[in-house]
């Protein structure tokens, strides 16, 4: 499950995320514990959901402890229900504490990322739909939390501001209209060089016909339309470009917005509202 993932940024992660947490020592533990000190911990699920993290964890604990001993139970992407074992870590007791709370916290947002991506999920099943996050994220912790969506089933859109063009109604307001941004798109495509995609947002049937009329976009975001609109965007559409809804999306009108036909639908849930799945990771006595 670490297709996808930057093994720098998780490097990092893992060595901020230790820092911020241990800075000149875990002084509880050694002031109590001796350094030669072993210790097997297990990761008990304490909700129902979908797991993500395992992985990460193994990452942590190895990162600890070169020598600890790592036993999954339950892959990333699994069900999960309260009373389930995740993993067995068998490690130095030290590195135990030291890690169980970056453990703990990564593996409980990201597991609650994950379900909420499964859910959207599943009420989308069996339509054509891609159900995409967006950069609605914590900030420094999206490739974690992109993790996560993909785990739970659903796609990344753009990882930021620099790997796709998206014209947003601010761009288009400051630009002057659909047509002068698009244009100066292109443009600056071609000076630049880049072969990014780009995707336009409308607000209306009337900016959708300007896109039309214009073309050179990849995507054609339909932003907070009702649904007769919607459908009748979408027919518009056709297969001259990809379509996109977005805004406001939830468990109770995603269903309804799939049907429409559209081929993406943009959720900022995924991960702005998800919460977090409880976990704990304790000492087998």
């Known amino acids: ?15 901020d995320g230790l820092h911020e947490d241990i800075q000149d020592g875990d002084h509880t533990s050694l002031a109590c514990i001796p350094e030669d000190s072993t210790s097997k911990a297990r990761l008990l699920i304490k909700d129902t959901g979908v797991l993500a993290g395992v992985d990460l964890a193994r990452r942590i ?30 490690c130095k007791s030290r590195a135990l504490l030291m890690g169980e709370r970056l453990v703990l916290n990564a593996m409980q947002r990201m597991s609650g990322i994950a379900t909420m991506s499964s859910r959207f999920m599943m009420e989308v099943e069996g339509t054509d739909v891609t159900i995409l996050d967006t950069r609605k994220t914590t900030p420094l912790l999206r490739f974690i939390e992109k993790w996560a969506v993909r785990i739970g089933g659903c796609t990344n859109y753009r990882d930021g501001l620099y790997d796709w063009i998206m014209i947003k109604d601010n761009h288009i307001d400051a630009a002057g209209s659909i047509t002068d941004a698009i244009t100066r798109v292109h ?15 409308v607000r209306n ?5 300007e896109v039309l009329d214009i073309g050179g976009v990849t995507r054609i975001m339909l932003d907070n339309f009702e649904l007769p609109i919607l459908a009748e965007a979408v027919q518009t559409i056709g297969d001259k470009f990809e379509s996109e809804a977005s805004g406001g999306i939830n468990l109770n009108t995603v269903r309804k917005i799939a049907n429409t036909g559209v081929g993406f639908i943009s959720v900022g849930a995924l991960t702005h509202s998800a919460g977090s799945l409880d976990l704990s990771l304790k000492v087998v006595k």
């Not at 070169?66 to 992407?77: H, L, N, T, V």
Request: cysteine-free; hydrophobic content about 40%.
């Open 1 to 15: 499950m670490m297709e996808g993932v930057d093994p720098q940024l998780l490097e990092d992660f893992i060595l």
């Open 61 to 90: 604990f190895k990162h600890l402890d070169p020598e600890a001993q790592f036993e999954m139970m339950i892959e990333d992407g699994s069900d999960v229900k309260f009373g389930d074992e995740a993993f067995y870590v068998t």
């Open 187 to 201: 443009k600056y495509l071609r000076e630049t060089q880049k072969g990014l995609n780009i995707t336009v947002e």
């Open 205 to 209: 049937l009337v900016e959708l016909h």
